[in-house]
């Protein structure tokens, strides 16, 4: 079990499969774990962990409270599946639980886990250095810009998805290494702590993320306050000569042309000290919880419910933005399992932090310093598969004590067998659909119509509950209709864009974008009852979002409604906020027209 633990924790963070996947950066995380963990049930079967102490029993409180909000989820297939951005539902957020529970016993000598850690971080955080500099073989590097010219900011996200994540990933990175450096008993795994905590911590400033240097300050202040020979006088010494070293070279890069993207992040922060959208994005997010307080949404369907709570005040301050989570550890655990998932996330970090606190060994003080650095960060972001089991793991590491091995019993064996199945069942067809998915994507991108329209009814057969590629497809066959010089390819991929289009509106994750890219298949053939039904549709689904009244005014001027037109056109320049341009000059004539 050892060298499974290690080796997920190498596997988790690194996985990226582009041309191999659809989600490149988030199935195959998801597929390690699942087969890991399937793997380490198997193993467990004839000898199982018995426990003592309670986190064992925190985790398992978090379980039922996962399966309890999954039954009465207001969508059960996505909360069963998880979302496209973050595959984060029952499944997935079932295996990190139940790894981390079969790890439980073993966390007490971590020697092999902290080695692995600190060789994938320092991997990760070179990779991430290197997108910093422009030099990225993997992802496209316009993912992660933003701005032009001065005010080009670059984020980069690692092998983690998002500099957010990264971040916080790094954390635990961060405090694996100073453990490394200061208790391996191989003289090159300490040099090599050493270097991969600074390039971790590099990584960090790199990011550009507040909420990760706040939680590096945070686990930093926990670690000087609970190991005593951290306040030595030549260790506090050595301490602030490292540090203001570190302070000088920074400021001098930070002044460099090298430096010009964190210029340009520093001046967004201060024109933007609340976060962006984060202040009116926790409001709504209260408000949404409150009408289901009990049993939430469902795990990973925040994206899907939260368009109906969006204030008028945050659509027309960031009228572009898909809000996939509160971008808040707590408020994502009350919006989508209620009061209990809430009340068990928060008897584990009780937990975690009391175990952090009377932690007595060099490897308990590390999981607690690593454990209360994420908490802090993801008070500003969301779980994701890695972050949620790193943060697992932590706890774990701060609360490893009394546990041991016994033969398994009949009850163990059963729930072990029925779990394992399950995880490589959803393992193997979220594998193959994801596979096909990425193989209709390389074959629209050489124009093998043929090719493409296979790999994509293998990818519906295969893929698992709600998992869907039919908004992708559908946009990208309309594309190429348009472009096919032959009548009869262009009808070919028409009809199948059009019957993709129809699929995707069936589904709960981005439902407002669903329909709104049906109403333009229906616009581009002149069929104005159903492009007028999709459009108001749109509107159901998300009532704030500006595109569809803009559309829809403008549909309603050419039928000479000018009265109504007038009246979505009031609302669509409202809810825009003045971003575009193009909205005002479109709109206005409208309502002058109409008055």
């Not at 000598?109 to 060789?119: M, Q």
């Not at 908004?471 to 059009?498: K, Q």
Request: proline share 4%; hydrophobic share 55%; net charge positive.
């Amino acid at each position: 079990m050892p060298a499974g633990i290690a080796l997920a924790a190498v596997l988790i963070p690194l996985l990226l499969t582009p041309g191999l996947l659809f989600y490149y950066d988030v199935t195959p995380k998801l597929l390690a774990l699942l087969f890991l963990c399937a793997a380490a049930l198997v193993l467990s079967l004839r000898r199982a962990p018995r426990f003592v102490r309670r986190l064992p029993w925190i985790l398992v409180m978090q379980a039922v409270a996962l399966a309890l909000a999954t039954a009465f989820s207001t969508h059960v297939a996505l909360s069963f599946s998880g979302g496209a951005w973050r595959r984060f539902g029952a499944v997935g957020q079932a295996a990190a639980l139940v790894f981390v529970l079969l790890a439980y016993p073993y966390l007490g000598e971590i020697s092999t886990l902290a080695r692995a850690v600190v060789a994938s971080g320092g991997a990760s955080a070179i990779y991430s250095i290197f997108q910093y500099f422009g030099v990225d073989p993997l992802l496209p590097a316009a993912s992660y810009h933003a701005g032009v010219g001065e005010f080009l900011i670059v984020r980069p996200p690692g092998t983690l998805g998002h500099a957010d994540y990264l971040a916080t990933y790094l954390l635990f990175v961060v405090f694996a290494a100073v453990y490394v450096a200061r208790r391996d008993r191989v003289r090159g795994w300490r040099v090599a702590g050493a270097c991969v905590g600074g390039l971790c911590l590099l990584g960090l400033v790199m990011s550009g993320t507040r909420a990760g240097l706040l939680g590096l300050v945070a686990g930093g202040v926990w670690m000087w306050v609970r190991e005593p020979e951290l306040r030595r006088k030549k260790v506090v010494w050595f301490s602030a000569i490292v540090s203001v070293t570190g302070i000088v070279i920074g400021s001098g890069f930070v002044q460099s042309n090298f430096g010009r993207p964190l210029r340009a992040r520093l001046h967004w922060i201060r024109e933007d000290p609340a976060g962006g959208a984060r202040l009116l994005l926790w409001r709504d997010s209260m408000q949404m919880a409150a009408v289901r307080p009990l049993s939430g949404y469902g795990p990973d369907t925040f994206g899907a419910a939260f368009p109906q709570f969006q204030s008028v005040e945050l659509a027309r301050a960031y009228p572009d933005f898909y809000h996939e989570s509160p971008h808040n550890v707590f408020l994502d655990l009350e919006t989508e399992q209620g009061l209990f998932g809430l009340a068990a996330f928060v008897a584990l970090v009780v937990f975690g932090l009391n175990a952090a606190w009377k932690a007595a060994t060099p490897e308990a003080k590390f999981g607690g310093a690593a454990f209360v650095a994420m908490l802090v960060s993801l008070q500003f972001s969301a779980f994701t598969l890695a972050t949620a089991f790193f943060f697992y793991l932590a706890v774990g590491i701060a609360g490893a004590g009394e546990a041991r091995i016994e033969a398994a019993r009949v009850p163990w064996r059963v729930g072990a067998v029925v779990l394992a199945a399950v995880f490589v069942w959803f393992g193997i067809r979220l594998a193959l659909s994801d596979g096909f998915a990425a193989g209709m994507q390389a074959a629209i991108a050489r124009r093998d119509w043929q090719g493409a329209i296979r790999d994509d009814e293998s990818a519906q057969r295969w893929a698992p509950p709600a998992v869907s590629y039919d908004l992708y497809y559908a946009r990208a066959m309309a594309r190429e209709s348009a472009a096919a010089r032959s009548n009869l390819v262009s009808a070919e991929l028409g009809r199948e864009a059009y019957e993709a289009a129809v699929r995707a509106c069936g589904g709960a994750e981005e439902r407002q974008n669903a329909l709104y890219n049906l109403a333009m298949f229906y616009a581009s053939q002149n069929d104005t009852v159903d492009t007028e039904r999709s459009l108001r549709a749109a509107i159901e689904a998300a009532p704030n979002w500006f595109k569809p009244h803009w559309t829809l005014a403008r549909l309603l001027a050419l039928q000479g409604r000018l009265e109504l037109a007038r009246q979505q056109a009031l609302i669509a320049l409202d809810l825009d906020g003045g971003h575009h341009a193009e909205v005002s000059e479109t709109l206005q004539p409208i309502i002058a027209q109409a008055n």
